[in-house]
């Protein structure tokens, strides 16, 4: 069984979730509660695990892969159906483009810790704290948004892999949640946000949002 060391509002987990849905994987959750007791993933049993100290983290048998994209990458080698990825080279590196330009461009810069330590060592109250978070998702998602309305089966109402969600969708989902939840205008990116719609209606997306996760607070 995969073992899916998780907390219910990464967005870097959530990605693990969604591919793990996709390709039809049975896995168990172990939480790591980001903001509990000074941060589990801080804790020495977690790095001991994992010495990054962040989430996520897959084991499987004595395998322990961290980082989102590496997760993924291991997901479809070891399970190539459904592939992810579309069988073109050329096609596979532009849906790769995509999403680390989410995972490495857009996401670093307002992710848990970065604004933990905006607020905290920098002394930035909350208004300061969201114009930076509102400035990188604007530059971010208009640059993607360019690219995006580009690809036929997307424009054409698909996806990436053109009648089925794959490794983009598995990035851009939760970066669009996150932005809303900072009250991110997205009027500007129709076409990112069109796609993110007819993910919605998909099982493996319902099922891996963060408020159905067995971890999750819905109060906070």
């Not at 989102?68 to 399970?79: Q, R």
């Not at 998702?137 to 690219?147: D, P």
């Not at 054409?156 to 851009?172: I, K, T």
């Not at 209606?201 to 159905?212: D, I, N, T, W």
Request: glycine share 6%; hydrophobic share 40%.
């Amino acid at each position: 069984m995969l073992t899916l060391y998780s907390y219910w509002r990464s967005t870097a987990a959530w990605r693990v979730r969604l591919v793990l849905n996709l390709k039809q994987l049975a896995y168990q959750q172990e939480a790591v509660h980001l903001l509990q007791d000074g941060g589990e993933q801080r804790h020495a049993a977690y790095r001991a695990l994992n010495p990054q100290g962040l989430v996520p983290l897959l084991v499987d048998g004595e395998q322990r892969i961290a980082q989102s994209l590496a997760i993924i990458e291991y997901l479809e080698e070891t399970h190539p159906e459904p592939a992810l990825l579309p069988r073109d080279a050329g096609a596979r590196a532009r849906i790769r483009s995509w999403s680390q330009f989410i995972v490495s461009e857009i996401h670093p810069l307002n992710n848990l810790r970065v604004l933990q330590y905006l607020e905290g060592e920098l002394g930035l109250d909350e208004n300061s704290r969201n114009s930076w978070y509102h400035h990188w998702i604007k530059e971010g998602l208009a640059a993607l948004e360019k690219q995006v309305q580009q690809h036929l089966p997307i424009r054409q109402g698909g996806f990436s892999l053109g009648n089925r969600p794959g490794y983009f969708e598995a990035c851009l989902v939760p970066q669009l949640y996150n932005a809303r939840r900072f009250n991110c205008p997205l009027e500007s990116y129709p076409t990112l946000v069109a796609l993110d719609k007819r993910c919605q209606s998909l099982a493996a997306f319902s099922k891996a949002v963060p408020e159905m996760q067995p971890d999750a607070v819905l109060d906070t």
